[in-house]
């Protein structure tokens, strides 16, 4: 499995903004259920952004398929 770097400084400060003008994310957040428990499948910045932003509660995607077919289940707040 390929360990993904750290977004740049730029696209978490883009991310902030965005949710700054929008009260909401360009990009969900998705995350994987699996037997260890929740993973952070895509949206790393977005993640980072919400964290930086003090967020308690925001809207993800839930992702079931493989990794060639993106599926989104539902969404929901989590905090």
């Known amino acids: 499995m390929?360990?993904?770097s750290r977004p740049q400084?730029?696209?978490i400060r883009a991310a902030i903004q965005?949710?700054?003008?929008?009260?909401s994310f360009a990009v969900p957040?998705?995350?994987e259920q699996k037997e260890q428990g929740w993973i952070l499948?895509?949206?790393y910045a977005?993640?980072?952004?919400?964290r930086k932003l003090h967020l308690e509660e925001m809207e993800v995607a839930l992702?079931?398929?493989d990794d060639d077919r993106?599926?989104?289940n539902e969404f929901q707040d989590y905090n």
């Open 2 to 4: 390929k360990k993904k």
């Open 46 to 50: 977005q993640y980072l952004a919400a």
């Open 41 to 43: 499948k895509d949206g």
């Open 9 to 11: 400084k730029e696209k």
């Open 18 to 23: 965005y949710f700054e003008q929008h009260g």
């Open 70 to 72: 993106h599926e989104i």
């Open 29 to 31: 957040i998705l995350f």
């Open 63 to 65: 992702y079931e398929g």
